[in-house]
């Protein structure tokens, strides 16, 4: 069974940094783009950044640019975030998600982790 | 950067069709994904590539696009299809980035 469990949220004040971790299992998680998708309370979902299988690309919403940072661990079939200089508005529920994409043309997202909460508040 | 729109809500009878709009410029030349997410739950992926279907997808669930406008069609509702439903595009034409609707509340009266 394809999984990915993510872990690592919490609360955090604003300025403060924080690291997501997604572990996955039941694929070849080399073999994938994988993606970061956020949803604050109440609100949409929002497409925040991904990662090349060998991590050589990266692709970042503007709103986290240069804050934000995707890695992942092929070795360890697991992908992070790395949060700095958090603010009250990127508090969210974070999931990651396995990218599926034809080369050129499209992406989505399939499966996605349960989710877990940042929260960024004083 | 790249917009798409959707409807807040939509209401439907059990039995009934419902259609879920996503509106975006010339959305007919990208590839629409649908999302369907219940409360508390993680999204769940229903369509890709605008009409194709994940395996356990019930064929209840359809998709199309053409021109402005993508639709997710809902046959023979049930209660159990009460949900938001995202639909998705990739954006590669400035940079590259996923982009979702708002969401639409689908509600089963």
């Known amino acids: 069974e394809v999984q990915l469990v993510e872990s690592g949220g919490g609360l955090v004040q604003p300025g403060g940094s924080l690291r997501l971790s997604c572990a996955a299992s039941?694929?070849?998680?080399?073999?994938?783009?994988m993606s970061w998708v956020r949803q604050a309370p109440g609100k949409g979902l929002e497409w925040v950044a991904n990662?090349?299988?060998?991590?050589?690309?990266?692709y970042y919403v503007d709103s986290v640019k240069g804050r934000f940072t995707i890695s992942r661990d092929n070795a360890k079939n697991s992908l992070y975030l790395q949060m700095n200089s958090l603010r009250a508005e990127d508090t969210a529920v974070y999931y990651c998600?396995?990218?599926?994409?034809?080369?050129?043309?499209?992406?989505?997202?399939?499966?996605w982790g349960q989710g877990t909460l940042v929260t960024v508040s004083s | 950067s790249y917009v798409l729109t959707q409807p807040p809500s939509v209401s439907v009878a059990p039995g009934k069709t419902a259609r879920i709009t996503c509106g975006g410029n010339?959305?007919?030349?990208?590839?629409v994904h649908w999302y369907q997410q219940k409360p508390g739950q993680a999204p769940v992926l229903v369509i890709y590539?605008?009409?194709d279907r994940p395996s356990g997808i019930p064929e209840r669930f359809s998709g199309s696009n053409s021109g402005n406008t993508a639709t997710l069609t809902i046959s023979r509702v049930e209660a159990g299809d009460e949900a938001d439903y995202y639909c998705?595009?990739?954006?590669?034409?400035?940079?590259?980035?996923?982009?979702f609707g708002g969401g639409t509340k689908l509600t089963v009266l």
């Open positions: 998600a396995r990218d599926l994409r034809i080369v050129g043309a499209t992406n989505w997202f399939d499966p």
């Open positions: 039941g694929f070849t998680f080399s073999s994938y783009w």
């Open positions: 990662i090349k299988q060998d991590g050589s690309e990266k």
């Open positions: 010339n959305i007919g030349s990208k590839s």
């Open positions: 590539y605008d009409s």
């Open positions: 998705q595009v990739w954006d590669s034409s400035s940079d590259h980035r996923g982009v």
